[in-house]
């Protein structure tokens, strides 16, 4: 089994200020790992992921993630933040294959002007 | 670019009545989903499908169907509808193979609710 905790509902942040969005998982097996963002009254999109590889993944819109084996942690970062960045981000986690991708609950991001 | 679209994008029914909840993707995935997604529970697996007239239980079935009829459609049924169901309804779609694996595509989402 294989689940996901995003340890903050909200984050405010005034613009122009760094962001880290935390997320944790457990699995017993290899993972890949994901995080979405979900703008107002949209579907979520893909924002980057984890396969392999270096452990420092980088994204759209200057977000990056950085996987940690040893604390079992992927956290999303954002050195600047915009307006435009306020949106819900979901952390997600997949052993592959056929198993079943498991999503955090979301973590509100709200930018401050 | 991957498209997952969804027939509606806000819906009213009432208690009781039969909702069809229709997906369509245009890329051609074998992998598709139903989602719920609401404040404080994040996304809930409702069914999904690997194949054409294939269907596996997610985490929360119960009072749902569904059906794959062809490859780029999967629609979502509501037998009768109750008003716990009011949700946001989400689908999504992936392919099979390294590198893309569980890349998930989603559609906009159809806000449901039952009165």
């Known amino acids: 089994a294989q689940s996901v905790t995003q340890l903050d509902s909200q984050v405010p942040v005034f613009e122009e200020a760094p962001v880290e969005l935390r997320c944790n998982y457990s699995?017993?097996?290899?993972?890949?790992l994901f995080w979405y963002v979900q703008y107002p009254n949209q579907g979520l999109q893909l924002l980057l992921k984890?396969?392999?590889?270096?452990?420092l993944v980088k994204g759209i819109n200057g977000f990056e993630a950085e996987f940690n084996k040893s604390q079992t942690s992927f956290h999303l970062r954002k050195p600047s933040v915009h307006i435009s960045d306020t949106a819900e981000y979901f952390c997600a986690v997949s052993a592959g294959g056929y198993q079943k991708v498991t999503f955090g609950i979301g973590t509100k991001l709200q930018v401050i002007p | 670019d991957v498209k997952v679209t969804q027939s509606s994008r806000y819906l009213v029914k009432r208690t009781g009545e039969k909702v069809f909840l229709e997906c369509v993707q245009d890329?051609?995935?074998?992998?598709m989903f139903w989602y719920r997604q609401d404040p404080g529970l994040g996304l809930r697996l409702i069914y999904f499908s690997y194949d054409v007239k294939m269907k596996e239980k997610g985490d929360i079935p119960e009072g749902y169907s569904v059906s794959r009829e062809k490859k780029e459609r999967f629609s979502l049924i509501l037998e009768s509808a109750s008003t716990n169901q009011t949700s946001m309804y989400l689908c999504?779609?992936?392919?099979?193979?390294?590198?893309?694996?569980?890349?998930?595509?989603f559609g906009p989402g159809t806000r449901l609710t039952v009165l």
């Open positions: 890329m051609d995935h074998e992998n």
């Open positions: 699995s017993s097996v290899s993972v890949y």
């Open positions: 999504a779609s992936s392919a099979i193979g390294t590198g893309e694996a569980d890349t998930q595509y």
């Open positions: 984890y396969l392999s590889g270096s452990t």
